[in-house]
């Protein structure tokens, strides 16, 4: 009521600050359209002001609020724009701290369209400007995007290092904190870390880790650090092959989405979700969520597209409808090549190997495992390269090849064992 009263008032310096005040009780409700609503509003009043270095600091930090709300709709173009217009803003008055924030951001943009490298540059340089500056929160959101970076592109163990070493400097009071993120950093970069070990198949301290991100998220209430962790944790259990404890907490993310406005989760959170279901063997169950969460509008708004893509395609070879399976693999791979994303890809290529398996077509099928094999290798991503030597294996059995077959397995197996991924062993 008092933005409102002030607005029509034109009284600038109290609507620019009631505004502010009502868009980030808003966000810190989850009502993230309401919250857009009130920062613009904000924005109109704040440029009715004097072009003090003040008021133009204030501003940019606006600009920054601006942007959490849209990251949770999907309306990643948006919130760009509005972050574009801090750059010069904070070029004006000689601000690193910002403008090490709105690289950060900018970097973060890349990400979402899927341009890994130049988001790794851009975040490198707005790292080195915030330790200039010596601004602490800014280090650690600048820290958790770059391991997310380095993730997208394969490169776990840099990944790890980075969200290993955010996880060390968030502790007590700062781990509860979000250091102008979204999401907090606290939660996301020990789910993340929890995400890129279970790549690499170093389950061991994947449930203490994940449950110390589970706290911070769930004692905090952020709705969309809640739908990372629940994800995040989630799928790491998937690659363990444990079903039981992942379902829930997809099940939670889910819910989360749906009755929320976070619509930038929403397809990966369905494709883990699928994912689950193909791995409890209820491929109906998992092809109803996939095809919710790989719709063209949900698909345009997701930060990891070519996820729920993957397990759609394998969703389909279980229930035995090979083109549909053909035809959206080569959807994901196509996806995952264009943004660099050689982990998703990794993966990709082992489906389409089990579809040309299906098929029946032996020589495409071990061409595409072969592949997959090499770039799985090439990340040390141990449970996909089981799984190419299992798919390998089962491959050659059925042409009577023994020989070949013993030896695929008998590399499947000793991965599967020396992990723990005991599923694989029964299945």
């Known amino acids: 009521m008092l933005a409102y009263h002030f607005l029509q008032g034109e009284d600038w310096q109290r609507a620019y600050r009631y505004c502010q005040e009502a868009g980030l009780k808003a966000y810190s409700h989850s009502a993230y359209d309401q919250a857009q609503r009130y920062f613009e509003e904000a924005l109109i009043a704040i440029k009715k002001l004097p072009r003090q270095k003040a008021w133009i600091a204030r501003e940019i930090d606006l600009r920054f609020h601006m942007r959490s709300p849209l990251v949770a709709l999907g309306r990643h173009e948006e919130w760009g724009e509005w972050i574009q ?23 973060s943009l890349h990400w979402i369209l899927g341009q890994h490298r130049n988001a790794i540059e851009l975040g490198e340089k707005a790292l080195n400007l915030a330790e200039r500056a010596e601004h602490f929160s800014h280090q650690i959101a600048i820290m958790s995007h770059l391991g997310i970076f380095f993730f997208n592109i394969g490169d776990y163990p840099k990944q790890i290092e980075i969200h290993q070493k955010v996880r060390e ?33 170093n389950f061991n301290k994947i449930e203490e880790i994940g449950y110390e991100a589970l706290e911070i998220a769930e004692q905090v209430r952020n709705t969309l650090t809640l739908i990372f962790v629940y994800n995040f944790l989630a799928m790491a259990y998937l690659r363990l092959g444990k079903v039981e404890p992942a379902l829930p907490l997809l099940e939670k993310g889910y819910e989360l989405c749906r009755f ?3 619509q930038s ?9 699928g994912y689950a279901y193909l791995l409890a063997k209820d491929p109906r169950r998992a092809l109803a969520v996939l095809e919710e969460g790989t719709t063209d509008e949900n698909l345009q708004a997701s930060l990891w597209p070519s996820h729920p893509l993957t397990v759609l395609a394998e969703a389909y070879r279980a229930a035995g409808e090979i083109s549909l399976a053909t035809e959206t693999a080569s959807r994901a791979l196509k996806l995952s090549d264009k943004r ?7 993966w990709a290529m082992l489906v389409m190997a089990g579809i040309n398996d299906a098929a029946d077509q032996f020589e495409e099928t071990r061409q595409w495992y072969h592949s997959a094999l090499q770039q799985a290798s090439n990340l040390s991503m141990r449970p996909l390269v089981a799984h190419c030597h299992k798919g390998l ?22 991965i599967y ?11």
């Open 85 to 107: 217009g801090a750059e010069p803003l904070a070029r004006e008055i000689n601000d690193d701290a910002r403008l090490s924030n709105v690289l950060n951001y900018l970097s």
């Open 265 to 273: 989760m929403y397809s990966y959170t369905l494709g883990s979700l």
């Open 340 to 346: 660099e994303e050689r982990g998703f890809e990794a």
């Open 417 to 427: 064992r020396s992990s723990g991924m005991t599923y694989w062993l029964q299945s």
């Open 393 to 414: 294996a089962n491959s050659y059995l059925r042409l009577g090849n023994k020989k070949e077959a013993q030896l695929e397995n008998e590399m499947a197996l000793e």
């Open 260 to 262: 929320s406005e976070v």
């Open 169 to 201: 400097q968030l502790i007590g009071e700062n781990a509860f904190k979000q250091h102008g993120l979204a999401s907090l950093p606290g939660a996301l970069s020990r789910s993340m870390l929890v995400l890129g070990m279970a790549e690499l198949g």
